[in-house]
């Protein structure tokens, strides 16, 4: 019995060895999973920060694209009622011209 002594001495080493790796598996899966679970969460983070980023963007590039179309429209109708009143000017001035013209055409008959 004396030779199963160290036999046996050497598988409780072995078993504890065993249960002492299982451990440490077990702890760097839950370090990986841990790591897996805040790589996620920051990734979620860093995706709502780039749309709410995005979203305020547009925001401010639409305003901008109105503020621009506004003063077109403006600049149009600006011009569009300077055109309205040379041409208005210029037919009163041809409503005599044209008024003493027909007055002549009748008078004469």
């Known amino acids: 019995m004396i030779i199963m002594e160290p036999e046996h001495s050497l598988l409780n080493q072995i078993s504890r ?3 002492e790796l299982k451990e440490q598996y077990y702890d760097i899966c839950r370090e990986a999973e841990k790591k897996i679970h805040d790589a996620r969460e920051r990734a979620r983070k860093i995706i709502g920060d780039a749309e709410k980023e995005g979203a305020l963007e547009e925001a401010v590039y639409l305003e901008k694209g109105y503020k621009e179309l506004a003063a077109q ?3 149009i109708i600006k011009t569009g ?3 309205e009143e040379k041409i208005r000017q210029k037919g009163e001035k041809n409503i005599k011209k044209a008024a003493d013209r027909i007055a002549e055409i009748i008078i004469k008959g």
């Open 17 to 19: 060895k065993e249960v």
């Open 81 to 83: 009622k300077a055109e």
């Open 73 to 75: 429209i403006e600049r």
